[in-house]
């Protein structure tokens, strides 16, 4: 047997995906890149598949794969956008699991589908993240895992029973969330996260008599690599953690957020494999905490604080209460709407679970198995028509299916409205917050159109006390300028889809996200045609009939009808990417996506006509299109902002521009820009 000295790697990122939609929309926050995920996917995890080092002779060059010799955990969230946008990463990622490991039990420990404070949660909806969590794992990497990763290491004894029915053997904590510890049946010992002999696994003993292995972070060393210079030298950090060892047959583990490697400390994915590499090669350690427990019986007991996390020095308060544990502190910050916040989702989730539970009785053998299993779904293992039929009494119509599969959806969206990055920063106007009241909004909607329950009001009522340090930012504006802009209907969808018909002609999309498009051929009145779109998360379709038109230098005209309603969609109300497209349609040509040369185009039109809203339109679209913007981009995004700056816009048009004048550096009255968009910028 041989001692372990490695790191567990936290992998996580919220779901960032519109939720009508299930598309990313870019954040300018993320800056040059599209959103955070594709700026964090570029500065770690690609980075962090193979890591470029000397070789140990000095002669030339090896790629060196740190991640199969780690502990690690990918929220499924942050998986599910890899597998779409990053695909070479999760591909690497699989295939280093499966040809460098033992086994992915060895080093991937699973997690819930969605990071929510699972002690928290109701504990039918903890069983569900918990199963969804292990159906998603087992699905990835082809077999069930043995660890799971707790979001924020939040834990109580509730938490860890629900691990344990599921199968779930190990987790990993930290020394705060101990209380006292034993040998065998001898006296119990007061410890604290100083006092703690992290060398050793632990078993937790539950109410039932039942047990859960726990392995603890080395606190010191964590802390000093996520929040100091340990990783700048590589091989010393190696020798640091062999000099903790001090010859015992133990761990010393360094648990950190994955993101630290490269996003939040530049390069510190090379002293991690530096690292790495001196443990396994010159100290001959075991690195994975998986492997290690295969040959590892803990002898002692650990009784943990009644409630903990990671990141909380008072339990789990950070998600529910005016606790003091924050990030992104500002002068005038206050904390208290983290409490409204947390109450007001609570009461959305009592008010539509119920509901669902009771209607879904009707139609399946058990509501609590059929949202249990709906996991499946969600992991792509099972078509959702056939979910539904595998769980129903008896044959279901195609409405009956929807019904189903849409009141499971109301769970879904439910749950991703718990996600725990919602409360742990000071001001809940930022985009962590928006998330959430994002699927709480699906939720409702849904809820509405299925159930004939609307609870909207109630629930933007809770809201109130929820208040943004950005003055008048509280309640319904809060709740306005989370969704606005955002929300999209099945019209709006099928006027997108003929929008780029109508520019794109063949190199139109029939996929959009969750959505499949059918468009038939225009007919006799107008060039109007019928177009059926399908969401295939529930398989509703919607008939419109349809025509859409060109508008001016580059906008659309969409006008959508159906047997109860008429509605006119603009360039504006179609989404960027609709938008990004067509404008690259005009400026280029008929299917084109060379965003970049329209940006340039449409710069160089900027400074020979006057602009209207399609132009505004137009260059956030193109802006948040491009991808890995290089300077020749840049260039054309601050010319054609000049451009539209020196012209008459309105404050609404200014406004919208604000955000991407800030991105690219145009807010200082110093570029040039007149008020009121230097000082919105």
Not at 236 to 242: E, F, G, N, V, W
Request: net charge negative; with cysteine; glycine share 8%.
């Amino acid at each position: 047997m041989a001692p372990i000295a490695g790191f567990h790697l936290h992998f996580y990122q919220p779901p960032r995906e519109d939720p009508w939609l299930g598309l990313v929309e870019n954040e300018w926050s993320a800056w040059p890149y599209h959103d955070w995920n594709e700026r964090i996917a570029a500065e770690c995890y690609r980075a962090m598949i193979a890591v470029a080092l000397p070789d140990e002779d000095g002669a030339g060059t090896e790629l060196f794969e740190p991640l199969a010799a780690s502990s690690f955990d990918v929220g499924p969230t942050l998986h599910s956008w890899l597998d779409v946008h990053a695909p070479d990463v999760a591909r690497a990622l699989r295939h280093q699991v499966h040809e460098l490991a033992t086994s992915p039990a060895t080093v991937a420990m699973a997690a819930p589908l969605v990071h929510a404070i699972l002690p928290l949660a109701s504990g039918v909806d903890r069983e569900r993240l918990v199963a969804w969590g292990i159906v998603d794992y087992a699905q990835r990497f082809g077999a069930p895992p043995v660890g799971f990763w707790l979001p924020e290491t939040a834990v109580d004894l509730a938490t860890l029973a629900s691990l344990v029915d599921q199968g779930i053997r190990y987790t990993i904590l930290m020394p705060t969330q101990a209380v006292r510890v034993r040998a065998n049946d001898a006296a119990w010992e007061n410890v604290d996260q100083h006092s703690l002999d992290t060398s050793l696994p632990y078993l937790v003993r539950l109410e039932d008599g039942r047990t859960i292995t726990v392995v603890f972070g080395h606190s010191d060393l964590s802390h000093r690599v996520a929040f100091g210079d340990l990783t700048e030298d590589g091989s010393q950090l190696a020798d640091t953690m062999i000099d903790e060892l001090d010859g015992k047959d133990g761990v010393v583990l360094i648990v950190a957020d994955g993101e630290t490697y490269g996003h939040h400390h530049h390069f510190a994915d090379v002293g991690l494999a530096f690292a790495v590499r001196r443990l396994t090669r010159e100290h001959g350690v075991e690195t994975a905490v998986g492997e290690w427990l295969r040959t590892h019986e803990p002898t002692h007991e650990v009784e943990l604080a009644q409630v903990s996390a990671w990141s909380c020095a008072h339990g789990v308060e950070r998600w529910r209460s005016d606790c003091g544990c924050v990030t992104g502190e500002e002068p005038g910050f206050t904390l208290t709407w983290r409490q409204p916040l947390r109450e007001a989702l609570d009461w959305l989730r009592a008010e539509l679970g119920a509901v669902v539970d009771e209607r879904l009785a009707h139609v399946v053998h058990s509501s609590d198995e059929t949202l249990r299993d709906y996991g499946e779904v969600l992991a792509g293992l099972v078509e959702p028509a056939a979910f539904a039929s595998a769980h129903a009494r008896e044959a279901l119509s195609d409405d009956e299916t929807i019904h189903v599969l849409e009141l499971c959806e109301v769970q879904r969206n439910l749950l991703f409205a718990f996600t725990s990055c919602a409360w742990f920063f000071a001001d809940p106007a930022e985009i962590e917050t928006s998330i959430v009241l994002r699927y709480a909004s699906v939720a409702l909607e849904i809820a509405r159109r299925v159930l004939g329950v609307d609870v909207e009001a109630g629930f933007v009522e809770r809201l109130s006390d929820v208040r943004s340090i950005r003055p008048g930012v509280f309640g319904a504006e809060l709740w306005r300028r989370a969704c606005d802009g955002y929300r999209f209907s099945d019209a709006s969808v099928a006027a997108g889809f003929c929008a780029e018909q109508l520019a794109c002609a063949e190199g139109a999309r029939q996929q959009r996200g969750f959505w499949r498009a059918s468009l038939g051929w225009p007919g006799d009145r107008g060039g109007s045609r019928d177009v059926v779109v399908t969401n295939q998360l529930t398989t509703r379709s919607s008939t419109f009939r349809v025509r859409a038109v060109r508008s001016g230098a580059l906008g659309v005209q969409v006008d959508v009808a159906d047997t109860d309603s008429a509605r006119r969609f603009r360039l504006v109300d179609l989404g960027g990417d609709v938008a990004a497209r067509v404008v690259t349609a005009w400026l280029v040509e008929p299917g084109s996506e060379d965003f970049a040369l329209a940006l340039d185009l449409l710069a160089a039109d900027l400074l020979e006509r006057s602009a209207d809203d399609d132009d505004v339109t137009a260059l956030l679209a193109l802006a948040g299109a491009s991808r890995y913007v290089s300077p020749a981009s840049e260039g054309s995004i601050r010319r054609a902002l000049t451009a539209l700056a020196n012209q008459d816009l309105n404050s609404f048009q200014r406004e919208r521009l604000a955000p991407l004048a800030r991105a690219v550096g145009l807010d200082d009255a110093g570029d040039g820009l007149p008020d009121p968009l230097d000082s919105l910028g």
